[in-house]
């Protein structure tokens, strides 16, 4: 089994202090990122917003979760032992399974592949994103 990435927040105090961390960091690379498309001061007022910058920060905190890829029965064997609820895109036809893991929100997502394992990996960390830590940290909901 292989892991890429190292974000796997045990607390939601945890998840909301790396993506509070994050906030300058998506303001710098949303700035530099419109400074190398040139935007002049009018254009880079019209078009980086509040918006723009969270969604930079919600990308840099998705792109660091750890996600575990390995073999069917890897993941099988893995599943057996997680008590808690675990939500499964893709086929239950094919080799191979990429899925993260949630201490803070008790859950898990994963996604099934054959071939495209940095495929796989970049829908769960979506899939994570979107169903385990989103509400949480984009509206301070608590649980």
Same mark, same amino acid.
Request: hydrophobic share 45%; charged share 30%; proline share 3%.
């Given at each position: 089994?292989?892991?890429?990435?190292?974000?796997?927040?045990?607390?939601?105090?945890?998840?909301?202090?790396?993506?509070? /961390? !994050?906030?300058?960091?998506?303001? +710098? &690379?949303?700035?530099?990122?419109?400074? *190398?498309?040139?935007?002049? @001061? #009018?254009? $880079?007022?019209?078009?980086?917003?509040?918006?723009?910058?969270?969604?930079?920060?919600? /990308? !840099?905190?998705?792109?660091?979760? +750890? &996600?575990?890829?390995?073999?069917?029965? *890897?993941?099988?064997?893995? @599943? #057996?032992? $997680?008590?808690?609820?675990?939500?499964?895109?893709?086929?239950?036809?094919?080799?191979?399974?990429?899925?993260?893991?949630?201490? +803070?929100?008790?859950?898990?997502?994963?996604?099934?592949?054959?071939?495209?394992?940095?495929?796989?990996?970049?829908?769960?960390?979506?899939?994570?994103?979107?169903?385990?830590?989103?509400?949480?940290?984009?509206?301070?909901? +608590?649980?």
């Amino acid at each position: 089994m292989e892991r890429r990435g190292s974000v796997t927040p045990d607390s939601w105090a945890d998840a909301e202090a790396r993506y509070d /961390a !994050l906030g300058p960091t998506a303001q +710098a &690379v949303v700035r530099e990122v419109a400074r *190398a498309m040139a935007f002049d @001061r #009018e254009e $880079y007022d019209e078009r980086v917003t509040g918006n723009v910058v969270e969604t930079a920060r919600q /990308a !840099l905190f998705a792109e660091t979760l +750890a &996600v575990r890829v390995g073999s069917r029965a *890897a993941f099988d064997a893995w @599943r #057996e032992t $997680y008590p808690d609820d675990v939500r499964v895109a893709g086929s239950d036809n094919v080799d191979r399974v990429a899925w993260h893991v949630s201490p +803070a929100a008790g859950a898990a997502v994963a996604a099934t592949f054959q071939n495209e394992p940095d495929a796989a990996v970049a829908t769960v960390r979506r899939m994570a994103f979107n169903r385990l830590y989103r509400e949480r940290l984009t509206t301070g909901g +608590a649980e």
